[in-house]
C-alpha cells in the first residue's frame, strides 16, 4: 500500500510546484519498436495544464510498413475494442478513427470509410473532413461527399441517402451490403427491400431484426413524413 500512495503524494507534490513556478516543462521519450515504425512519447507542462501525446511515426516507403482499416469482427454495425482489434490483427499500434451514432439499436459510423477497395460507409453529411492513405501510399486529406440513385427496371428513380448508414431523414433510403453485418434492425417507420443479384427477393415492412445474406443487399427506407 505504502508503494502506491507515496508516488501519489509525490506528483501532488510535484504537480503543485511546478504551477507556483508557472515555467514551461516538457519530457520526449522515442524507440523504434519496428523496421520503419517509431513510438513518441512527449509529456510537456505549461500554463493550460499537463498534456499527454502519443504519435506513431510510420515510414510509408518501406514495404514492411503497412496501414489498414479495421471494422468489428461481425461488421461495421458493431462496436468493438480497439485494443481488441489490434490484438486480433497482430497490429503494432491502432488508434479509434471515428464517431458513431448511438441513436438507433445498431450503431454506424459517421465518415468515410474504404476497406479492400470497397465503401464500407459513406459520409454522414453533404461532405465529410477525411484522412486516407492511397495504395501509392499517397496521403489524403480533403473533403468527401457522395451521390447515389436507385433506378429501377421501369425507369423509376430515387436518390440513394447513404451506404451502410441507419436513414434517420424522413423520405430517405440507405443501402446496406453485407460489410454491415448479417442483420438489419427495422423501426416502426421503417420498410426493406431485399435485393440479390440485382433482384428484390422479398419487402419487410415487420419491426425487428431481419437478416441477409453475405451477397445480399438491403434497401432500407425511412417513410416519416
Not at 507534490?13 to 507556483?20: M, R
Not at 518501406?62 to 482489434?85: F, P, R
Not at 477497395?117 to 453533404?126: A, F, I, L, T
Not at 457522395?146 to 447513404?162: A, D, N, R, W
Request: charged letters at 20%; glycine letters at 8%.
Amino acid at each position: 500500500m505504502k508503494k502506491i500512495i507515496c508516488p501519489i503524494f509525490l506528483l501532488v507534490f510535484l504537480s503543485s510546484f511546478v504551477t507556483a513556478q508557472a515555467a514551461d516543462w516538457s519530457k520526449e521519450y522515442s524507440e523504434e519498436i519496428e523496421d520503419g515504425v517509431v513510438y513518441k512519447y512527449y509529456l510537456k507542462y505549461d500554463s493550460t495544464g499537463f498534456s499527454k501525446l502519443h504519435v506513431v511515426e510510420c515510414d510509408l516507403d518501406n514495404t514492411k510498413v503497412d496501414i489498414e482499416v479495421l471494422t468489428a469482427e461481425n461488421g461495421s454495425s458493431y462496436l468493438e475494442n480497439t485494443k481488441v482489434m489490434a490484438e486480433k490483427n497482430g497490429t503494432l499500434a491502432a488508434i479509434n478513427g471515428d464517431f458513431f451514432n448511438m441513436s438507433s439499436k445498431r450503431t454506424n459510423m459517421l465518415g468515410v470509410v474504404y476497406q479492400d477497395g470497397e465503401m464500407v460507409s459513406s459520409p454522414s453529411k453533404d461532405v465529410w473532413a477525411t484522412f486516407g492513405i492511397t495504395d501509392a501510399g499517397t496521403v489524403i486529406m480533403d473533403y468527401f461527399g457522395f451521390s447515389g440513385k436507385i433506378i429501377s427496371p421501369q425507369g423509376y428513380e430515387t436518390e440513394l441517402y447513404q451506404i451502410n448508414k441507419v436513414p434517420v431523414t424522413g423520405g430517405s433510403v440507405s443501402m446496406l451490403t453485407s460489410k454491415w453485418g448479417k442483420t438489419a434492425y427495422l423501426e416502426d417507420n421503417m420498410q426493406a427491400l431485399l435485393i440479390k443479384d440485382g433482384h428484390v427477393t422479398a419487402k419487410v415492412s415487420q419491426k425487428g431484426d431481419v437478416e441477409f445474406g453475405d451477397n445480399d443487399r438491403m434497401l432500407l427506407a425511412n417513410y416519416t413524413v
